[in-house]
């Protein structure tokens, strides 16, 4: 039997579920309210009002040249509704183990590998924790050229505090015995 370790402060949402063998960070999605979701649903009302207003024209004309732009509008209106579903429904998935480190996404239930993460865990060479040009902060896992990134900006599908962040760089830099780099 493994001595398993579940985290979760009461004021996070970022959980971390850790032992000996392997540590797994789960971060939810930003949540319906948030500013990457309300600009998401701001870009799907004007293709469908557009779409709306090119079906009425086709049906009193035979305006055939609007049909690819309908069907483009519908496919655009199709991946702005999948972003939302995984901005409020999806959960990403941090997972180091002895042998690899890769990321899972998470929605309604199914999980999807993100393709070209897998890499073996003796490739992590440094954790850093940066800021950009706006004053963001993110944290970076780098596994060769490879590069895992956790972001405090709130315009990623999924975005954790400054204080997540801490903690987060703290956990991983004492499970993967490495220190943590800041660059600013």
Known sequence: MTNLNYRKKSYRKVAMLKNNNFIETFIP?????SRFIITNLLLLIVPTYLISFMLIILSYQE???????VILLAFISLVVLL??????????????NNQEIYLVCELLGVRFLVPF???????????????????????????????????????HFFSVTNPELDWLAQELSNWLDLPISNHN
Do not use: H
Request: glycine fraction near 6%.
């Open 117 to 155: 993460t897998i890499r073996s865990r003796q490739d992590i060479i440094r954790i850093e924790r940066n800021q950009d040009a706006w004053n963001r902060y993110f944290l970076t896992i780098w596994a060769g050229r490879q590069k895992y990134e956790i972001f405090t900006d709130d315009l």
């Open 83 to 96: 972003m939302i579903l995984i901005g409020e429904f999806g959960v990403k998935r941090l997972c180091i």
């Open 63 to 69: 305006s055939y040249f609007l049909i690819p732009v």
């Open 29 to 33: 999605s930003v949540g319906l309210f």
